[in-house]
């Protein structure tokens, strides 16, 4: 069963979430009670150690993570734009680039 909603570090980040309001931190997961401290059950870290397999094999999740604009693709942006042939689209647009 391929992952399809998140990723590893999504998991993770939930894991973490829950695990902050839970009142006693040191009590295991008790799977035939089911009580205890849930994010300790072997059953979720299965879970996240196999999307991260699914992640290296690039069959998971796409990811969504953001990097900084490069320095030549800022300046073939600007680069276009001021070639616009519309005046005012023109000005407005390469100044706002300009001032970033």
């Given amino acids: 069963m391929k992952p399809t909603h998140a990723r590893s570090s999504t998991l993770e980040f939930y894991k973490?979430?829950?695990s902050s309001f839970m009142p006693r931190l040191?009590?295991?997961w008790d799977n035939v009670r089911r009580e205890g401290h849930p994010t300790r059950s072997e059953a979720v870290n299965q879970l996240i150690k196999t999307v991260k397999r699914f992640e290296v094999r690039r069959e998971g999740v796409l990811?969504?993570?953001?990097r900084?604009?490069?320095y030549d693709e800022f300046r073939d942006l600007l680069t276009l734009v001021r070639n616009d042939g519309k005046q005012t689209?023109?000005?407005k647009t390469s100044s706002v680039f300009t001032l970033q």
Avoid at 63 to 66: C, D, Q
């Fill in 63 to 66: 990811s969504s993570a953001r």
């Fill in 16 to 18: 973490k979430a829950i």
């Fill in 26 to 28: 040191t009590i295991p």
């Fill in 89 to 91: 689209q023109h000005y």
């Fill in 68 to 70: 900084p604009i490069e």
